[in-house]
């Protein structure tokens, strides 16, 4: 029995000094919440000189969410079923100063397939650092499109003019040419501008959902027109696929047309030749879009790296043409910020279909109503 005892001490140093060499600060917490081990860190993060054992973790810290409403820091906890973790909690301290925390939790069960003693583990770590620099990252983002965009505006404008009067002049396709390549390259640097823009208000939080009543046929219609140039161009043919049952969407018009745009850009840019098709058609508490092209496709191993920031895939065809690798990445937060879902079905050379399936949305009161 002593035998035992001994190892049973010996495990608890051995442990207790695994976590103590940690640079987290990690907390372990009993089924009722209350501290019964602890290493340095935490104590450093949470600026607490005493020890903690027994306390109740509510008496320990503080939480507040990305809203600055405090947390229930026991019910986040207790409610936990499987591990979970956030960047976006900051730790109050009682002089009213914070820090931005990461906060992972982890229900234990000690004695696996057995009776045990039930528990959390807290890891903690400062992430104020990190934080300021993604915040700063996000502001340079956003000042550099907004003071891009007004001389890029009047460059197009001017170089779209002179490419109107060379049309006009026979002998010059050398100077048709070369403003020609330069127009492309204005309308690629608007293209990153405008991504970068709403990539940089998505990721702070500052994008606003309006909802609004959309008349799908008159919306799915525009984009028609819009972009029958830009087909014809290349030989396409673009169709429309209308439900006749359709009635109105109530969504962000504003980013229900963004996102459709995303798809019909990228099916013009990746088809060379047959047709894209935009349709839309009701299903439960909203409408599903969808765009479909005759182009090259995706293989099975970018299909799900297309919507990752920056992600182009390496296939010549696609290295053939501008891009940012922002636009899907744009369109899968504008998505989530609808309540959408979207997914994709693509063949190699044989084409792809980008579907979007939007629920109908409640428009949010005017407080100052």
Known sequence: MLAKKTDI????????????SMADGVIALSE????????GAALNILDINSGMIGARIEDVFKLVDAN????????????????????????????????NLYVSIAPVHLGYGKNGDKGYV?????????????????????VVSHELRTPIAIAEGNVGNAMYVAEKVSGIDSIKSAIKQAHDQI???????????????????????????????????????????????????????????LELLNSSKLYVKEILQNFVTNAIKYTEKGSVTVGARPVDHGVEFFVSDTGI????????????????????????NNGTGLGLYVTAKLARLVHADVSLKSELNKG??????????????????
């Open 9 to 20: 001490n010996l495990e608890h140093e051995r442990l207790s000094s695994l976590i103590n």
């Open 32 to 39: 009722d919440i209350k501290v019964v081990m602890y290493n």
């Open 68 to 99: 600055g409403q405090q947390v229930d820091t026991k019910n986040l906890i207790k409610n936990t079923k499987v591990s979970t973790s956030s960047r976006d909690y900051r730790l109050q301290y009682p002089d009213s100063s914070f820090i």
């Open 122 to 142: 807290v890891l903690l770590r400062d992430i104020t650092r990190e934080k300021s620099l993604e915040e700063e990252r996000n502001e340079f983002i956003s």
């Open 187 to 245: 309308i690629y640097l608007s293209d990153m501008i405008n991504d970068l823009s709403t990539l940089s208000r998505a990721e702070r939080g500052t994008l606003q959902v309006d909802v609004e009543p959309i008349n799908v046929h008159e919306l799915i219609q525009t984009l028609q027109k819009s972009y029958a140039d830009q087909a014809q161009k290349k030989g396409l043919d673009m169709h429309i696929q209308l439900d006749p049952s």
């Open 297 to 320: 496709g995706i293989n099975r191993a970018d299909q799900e790296r297309v919507w990752d920031k920056f992600f182009r895939s390496e296939d010549y065809r696609t290295r053939q």
């Open 352 to 369: 792809s279909t980008f579907t979007i399936s939007i629920p109908n949305l409640q428009p949010v009161p005017d407080p100052h109503k």
